[in-house]
């Protein structure tokens, strides 16, 4: 990481920090998304939403490493809203599909892309607007169509309930596109969502860690027993193993890097839930306490952008 | 006993020369131009096949043999100044020599425990007098190190040895047992430490001494798999010139700690060694149908690899821009030996019933079950991680 990217990293750090998302997570999920909305305009002040839009769309044409480094901001932050989907998939998609980057003309309908582009891509940089968008059969809902533009068309039908309450979806009726297997901005989206289960798995961590050396129980912290001990470090270890995956995915972007990548960081976050769940005790399986906001995204994130399963087959079958 | 014969390099064969990929990966990583290219012509071309283990007899002198002409093509050592046989060649190049060397299943290196422990702590605590009369001998494998810690007595606790240094005109003269003491069976010097005042801590005397000489018994003791990879030490009476003797009397515990983080790190199990089993274990699925109920596992052990090599690519340029190897190595530790050991049991599930039968997977398998006990059990390490880089109350 240059100095740069240290500073951005640490300038989302002290915006969400300052700004009591879990508060915002829990209005969210209760319908009121003024706040969130609110938090996501100064997101966009610095950047985040424009990362993966080329500067004539008046974005920053960042790098891979750079998103990765605000996803695991927003991770760790539990941050709600379509991030996936606005800050990396839509836009990259949009792109993908213009007659000078397509790889395939036949997707490329150049009148229809080019002002997608011109007409979104200005709008998601300034974070004027959210977008989503649903991606069958990986991603059979769209997230928070509510309060997101859905440029690829289709309109929100019934909601479901998500085990995470902060992500409204939605079906999507009508014609809708759906993605090839091994597109860009899919695993672009498979990439930011395994830097964001890197960071929620860091956030449950450390919560973990500051609660067993308050915790007392048979006259000492509970953080003293080895057992509660040996819980935390495996979840260290996993987290510091799977993020140089996650980085070395964003330096090369091949699509085995990322699988690999995806794989680990899913792996870390549901151990980072699990045993932060156990060495809590009963008060982190309450919605009341913060715990909880942190494991249900995580369990949410978990087969989103390609399970575990089909990353590892798509590893596979590329070596 | 008849040997399970099957190809498991199939498939994995490396090219002559670097593919772009190799290439353009070295140049973002700094690898010196035309080493990965030279270091695997030279080993596709001389790198021998199928010795007998080095914890035989006959085996122990093959791999010396094999060692010397690493050393003649200044192979041995590559990171080490030239003065001592190596090519002054970074961090980087060397894991790249360890990546291919695994790739090219080459010998395991007879002369590890000189190498890859006793030599980071020489330089970085030893005399230049200890450096020019150790080195050379240690890098052409004239002098092959045991390792002397593990006492009956002293374990997991190792600061409660009791073995004794006692000063005497010159040196020192030793007294009592070690033991677990890998390849003390075949080697001519062993390192280690010893107790030579009472103090816990500051009482341990870090020394270098000769396992030929009168008053030094080893007692060869076979292991799992039928090898004598380690041995009893008996000292009574065996002497240390003050010349052997790593930095001051008394500070063995520091030295020695920093030792250890070099034995749990990098230079001990290079990335190379899992990613290279990793791509035999793959080649070894489909060769026996692809069985998509092993699949997931496979996938992890490559997964798990690689992420242990771009950790180690992480750590190389921290150590790069001047920080040191200090905590975090005990995460790699139980980090690779938990890896090596689902890297053959996978291998083992994917081989089915024939699994029984002795081949270089119950070999390695074997081998792999040792590792989460030596170099610090995996209990000792995740106590340090959660201490020292956790912050937990101890």
Request: net charge negative; hydrophobic share 45%.
């Amino acid at each position: 990481m240059n100095p740069e990217q240290e500073q951005f990293r640490s300038s989302l750090h002290s915006l969400l920090a300052a700004s009591d998302v879990p508060s915002i997570a829990r209005a969210w999920a209760a319908g009121s998304c003024e706040p969130g909305l609110a938090m996501w305009r100064k997101l966009a002040d610095l950047g985040v939403t424009a990362l993966a839009i080329p500067a004539e769309y008046d974005g920053l044409e960042a790098t891979a490493t750079d998103l990765v480094i605000a996803f695991e901001e927003l991770g760790h932050h539990a941050v709600p809203g379509p991030a996936i989907e606005s800050v990396a998939v839509v836009p990259s998609l949009i792109l993908s599909r213009l007659p000078e980057t397509a790889a395939d003309p036949a997707v490329a309908r150049a009148s229809d892309v080019a002002s997608l582009a011109s007409q979104w891509l200005p709008r998601f940089a300034s974070g004027e607007t959210l977008a989503t968008l649903a991606w069958p059969p990986h991603q059979p809902f769209a997230v928070d169509a509510h309060i997101a533009a859905l440029p690829f068309g289709g309109t929100p039908g019934e909601t479901v309930a998500s085990v995470d309450p902060t992500r409204h979806l939605s079906h999507i009726e009508s014609e809708h596109f759906i993605g090839g297997r091994n597109d860009r901005a899919f695993d672009l989206g498979a990439l930011a969502c395994a830097a964001q289960l890197t960071g929620l798995g860091q956030a449950m961590l450390d919560l973990s860690v500051a609660y067993v050396q308050q915790r007392v129980q048979f006259g000492q912290p509970v953080g003293k027993f080895q057992a509660v001990k040996h819980h935390l470090a495996d979840v260290r270890i996993a987290l510091d193993f799977a993020r140089p995956l996650v980085y070395s995915a964003a330096e090369s972007l091949a699509p085995q890097d990322i699988s690999a990548a995806k794989v680990a960081a899913s792996a870390a976050a549901q151990l980072a839930a699990r045993s932060g769940l156990q060495v809590h005790g009963a008060i982190a399986y309450t919605r009341e306490y913060d715990f909880s906001l942190w494991l249900v995204k995580a369990r949410a994130l978990l087969p989103a952008w390609g399970t575990a399963s089909w990353h590892r087959n798509r590893l596979l079958e590329s070596l | 006993m008849d040997r399970l014969s099957y190809d498991a390099a199939a498939g994995t064969t490396p090219s002559a020369t670097a593919s772009a990929g190799e290439a353009r990966g070295d140049a973002a990583r700094g690898v010196t131009p035309g080493f990965r290219d030279e270091v695997r012509a030279f080993l596709s071309e001389h790198a021998p096949h199928g010795l007998p283990s080095l914890d035989t007899a006959e085996g122990n002198l093959l791999h010396r043999e094999w060692e010397r002409q690493l050393y003649d093509a200044r192979l041995a050592a590559v990171s080490w100044p030239a003065e001592f046989g190596g090519r002054d060649a970074s961090l980087m190049d060397w894991l790249t020599f360890e990546e291919e060397y695994w790739a090219a299943d080459a010998p395991i290196r007879v002369g590890q425990n000189g190498l890859f422990l006793l030599a980071p702590t020489l330089f970085a605590h030893g005399t230049a007098e200890q450096l020019a009369r150790h080195l050379p001998g240690m890098a052409r494998a004239d002098d092959v190190w045991a390792q002397a810690w593990s006492e009956p007595e002293a374990g997991s606790d190792l600061a409660a040895i009791r073995s004794a240094a006692t000063k005497v005109d010159g040196g020192w003269t030793l007294h009592g047992q070690k033991t677990w003491s890998s390849r003390a069976a075949f080697a001519d010097k062993a390192f280690g430490l010893f107790r030579s005042s009472g103090e816990r801590h500051r009482g341990l005397t870090y020394v270098m001494f000769e396992l030929r000489q009168p008053g030094v018994t080893v007692r060869p003791i076979e292991q799992l798999n039928g090898e004598t990879g380690f041995a009893e030490i008996f000292l009574d009476g065996a002497f240390v010139a003050d010349e052997d003797v790593i930095g001051e009397p008394g500070e063995g515990w520091k030295i020695a700690m920093g030792t250890a983080s070099h034995e749990r790190g990098l230079s001990l199990r290079s990335p190379g060694r899992f990613v290279a089993t990793a791509r035999r274990l793959i080649a070894l699925w489909r060769e026996h149908g692809s069985d998509p109920l092993l699949r997931d596992r496979v996938a992890d052990c490559w997964i798990k690899a690689h992420a242990y090599q771009q950790h180690t690519f992480q750590t190389v340029a921290r150590l790069n821009a001047g920080g040191h190897l200090g905590a975090e190595s005990s995460a790699g530790k139980v980090f690779w030996s938990e890896l090596d050991i689902a890297l053959h049991e996978t291998a083992l599930d994917v081989l089915g019933p024939s699994a029984e039968l002795a081949n270089r997977w119950t070999d390695g398998y074997l081998f792999s079950l040792a590792g989460t006990i030596y170099a610090g059990t995996n209990e000792v390490q995740r106590n340090v991680i959660a201490e020292r880089l956790l912050g937990l109350p101890r």
